[in-house]
């Protein structure tokens, strides 16, 4: 009896260990907080589709050259994140406005993206949306996105500094950053994933949505040395 105690508290603290160190890119991990509000900036996380393919399965005919939108994440600067808030759930009838945007700019490059949409809303979004607040509703979260992105085009941010897309050249991890903070005035966090660039994210002001300098992210210091931005499919 006690020793099957003993091994079901093992097995449960195996799998809580586990799941502390997954990353977000899984919609099912998450925090205990969820009051919607209680966070000290945005991180707006874009993806460079032909890195993220070239780790991940994705569907032949969305992939292009360009930086799409991953998601708008209310963080902590202790690196703790609201995750799953209480509040309406997601409902693809108030954003169909949105829909011919979100279908290039917000998509999924793995699923559908009305499915997409319901899980950063339903992880993310529902934290974001505050009375009062530039957030306050399921269509202000995705408009805000949307409008993010394009006022944040990375790749244009990067042609003005001369670093292209390309399959032969690689540039140094740190002139990347330096040249989205001298384009947009907000030092950015990286992800790459095999000296390939496959994330940038810009940090933003809750309650102005405008760029600010980042904190340090968990997970978000993973470029170093010199790196590549692939300018076609390296398909998995
Ligand atoms: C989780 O991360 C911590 C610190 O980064 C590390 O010490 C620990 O071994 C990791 N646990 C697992 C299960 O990977
Ligand atoms: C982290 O910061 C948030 C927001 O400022 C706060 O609500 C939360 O309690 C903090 N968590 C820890 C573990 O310190
Ligand atoms: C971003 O800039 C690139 C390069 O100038 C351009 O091809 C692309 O259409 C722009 N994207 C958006 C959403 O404006």
């Not at 874009?46 to 930086?67: G, L, P, T, V």
């Not at 998601?71 to 011919?100: H, K, M, Q, V």
């Amino acid at each position: 009896m006690n020793k099957l105690i003993i091994l079901i508290l093992s097995v449960l603290l195996i799998v809580l260990s586990v799941n502390s160190n997954e990353t977000r890119w899984d919609s099912s991990s998450g925090s205990s907080d969820t009051t919607p509000g209680d966070f000290d900036y945005y991180l707006f996380v874009q993806q460079w589709i032909y890195s993220y393919c070239s780790e991940s399965k994705c569907i032949e005919n969305k992939e292009r050259e360009a930086f799409t939108i991953h998601g708008l994440w209310p963080n902590d600067r202790n690196n703790s994140y609201p995750a799953f808030c209480t509040g309406p759930s997601f409902d693809l009838g108030e954003i169909s406005d949105l829909e011919d945007q979100l279908n290039v700019d917000w998509i999924s490059l793995t699923e559908d993206n009305d499915l997409f949409w319901t899980s950063e809303y339903k992880k993310h979004g529902t934290c974001a949306v505050v009375a009062g607040s530039p957030i306050s509703n399921e269509h202000d979260y995705f408009v805000a996105g949307l409008k993010l992105y394009t006022q944040h085009n990375l790749t244009s941010a990067l042609i003005s500094e001369n670093i292209y897309p390309s399959d032969q050249d690689t540039y140094e991890s740190d002139s990347i950053s330096s040249a989205i903070n001298s384009q947009f005035g907000g030092q950015p966090v990286m992800q790459c994933d095999n000296n390939k660039l496959s994330t940038i994210a810009l940090c933003i002001d809750k309650k102005t949505l405008s760029i600010m300098d980042c904190p340090e992210v968990d997970g978000f210091d993973t470029c170093s040395g010199k790196v590549s931005i692939p300018s076609s499919s390296n398909r998995l």
